[in-house]
């Protein structure tokens, strides 16, 4: 055998061990985060039981229902439709483990685009999994990607056109925040729209919440995004808010920006629709090193550069902004949308308990609310 | 698996081929590593890893 086909050998299996090495970890990925069931969870569905075309597909995500026993106002919160906003599912996870509803329901999605979390965007450096130690040892969630992974929706037009005729950039095709109220005959993201569509719509959710993080230099932040039929609700609870040191902006779904769950789940169903914001440095574009630590404490030095530099949306300095005070402010939020919702609308009262406080979250940390699996 | 997908990996598999052929026959081994590199985003494209 010559030199070249020995040295062609070695480097073929150098190529195959790497390859191998990379799938074992892309492959780990793949393997379902762990939300136990809290107290208040009163049965489980699947997005497949709205839309049985999903069923067999890495897409079917889990729906979690907390029923009080009084008749009352239907509240549904997504978390988890950008994967790489933790803070989102974090809080949705959290309700799942800790509430208990009394009168009315609320129903949960934490890992909307479950597509999304089985991989992370290539080139930003993501850490693959975030951990909390909680009194009984460690818990871990994965930190994914902002769009479906590519191995379930292949291959990305050029430009994508949404089921409204405007025009995205290719890869927006799988942003699952891009195509509702999505269709039967979608693409794999938009499916996934339709199905959780068919969830407000079956369920005849009264108020609907979807959860995200936004980056410090993003304008819509530290906001909550309504729908015009949404608005009074919003402005009731922007003020409550206030009162509580937490402070938002409001704003209206803008009509022509189409595809968003603000505007088309308010559109297409009864329900009344939110978007809210936190600040996310992880996914930020002038970040600096990325890891689980920036995505925890959200603790980044050119952050606070900016933020000097007036380039921010949002105060930061070295404190950062932690996980618990995002998870934090979407708990209050949703708790004071909720009270509102009862006070303007008193046959959709939803009351309930066990959902920690700001400042108790702060206080003990997020891994003291994760229950044991 | 829809046609396109089919045929995507189709051509992966091709390329893979010729690639390692080309290791065989390269007698530089710079372009030896570079093939060596090459194969393996291919690899995992094949298997729908990644």
Redesign the interface.
């Known amino acids: 055998m010559k030199k ?2 020995k ?2 050998i070695f ?2 299996c ?3 061990f ?2 191998l090495w ?2 074992l970890e ?2 780990d990925q793949w393997k379902l985060d762990i939300i136990v069931e809290g107290p208040g969870v009163t049965r489980t569905a699947k997005l497949s039981d709205y839309f049985p075309e999903l069923q067999g597909e890495y897409c079917d995500t889990t729906i979690y229902f907390l029923e009080g026993d009084e008749p009352g106002g239907t509240v549904f919160v997504l978390g988890g439709t950008h994967p790489n906003e933790p803070a989102a599912m974090l809080t949705a996870v959290l309700l799942v483990e800790n509430a208990v509803v009394t009168q009315g329901r609320m129903i949960i999605i934490p890992q909307a685009n479950l597509s999304g979390f089985s ?1 992370n965007d290539p080139q930003e450096g993501s850490p693959r999994k975030i951990h909390f130690e909680t009194p009984y040892g460690i818990r871990k969630f994965r930190y994914g990607s902002r769009a479906t992974n590519p ?1 379930h929706q ?2 990305d037009p050029d430009i994508y056109i949404n089921q409204f005729g405007q025009s995205l950039s290719g890869s927006e095709t799988r942003n699952l925040n891009r195509g509702y109220p999505g269709t039967p005959d979608g693409n794999y993201t938009e499916k996934v729209c339709y199905g959780i569509m068919s969830v407000i719509r079956k369920e005849e959710c009264d108020l609907s919440i979807d959860l995200h993080e936004a980056s410090p230099e993003y304008p819509v932040i530290n906001a909550i995004v309504a729908h015009e039929r949404a608005i009074d609700l919003a402005s009731f609870a922007i003020l409550d808010l206030q009162m509580e040191n937490l402070n938002y902006n409001l704003e209206i779904s803008p009509p022509s920006f189409r595809g968003l769950t603000h505007r088309e789940w308010g559109d297409y169903s009864d329900t009344m629709a939110i978007l809210m914001e936190t600040a996310n440095a992880s996914q930020g574009r002038i970040r600096g090193r990325t890891d689980e630590a920036l995505v925890l404490t959200g603790k980044d030095k050119m952050y606070v550069k900016a933020a000097e530099l007036g380039r921010l949306y949002v105060p930061y300095d070295e404190n950062g902004h932690p996980i618990e005070e995002r998870v934090g402010r979407h708990l209050s939020a949703i708790k004071v949308l909720i009270d509102n919702m009862g006070f303007l609308f008193p046959d959709k009262m939803v009351q309930y308990h066990g959902i920690p406080s700001y400042q108790e979250l702060l206080e003990k940390g997020y891994g003291n609310y994760l229950l044991k699996p | 698996m829809a046609i396109i997908t089919i045929t995507y990996r189709i051509i992966i598999l091709f390329l893979t081929i010729l690639i390692i052929r080309e290791m065989f026959k390269e007698e530089n081994i710079w372009n030896q590593l570079t093939g060596a590199l090459v194969i393996i985003p291919f690899i995992l494209r094949f298997f729908m890893i990644k």
């Open positions: 070249n086909q040295i062609a480097l073929m150098f190529s195959f790497i390859a990379s799938a892309f492959i991989h191995i292949w291959p």
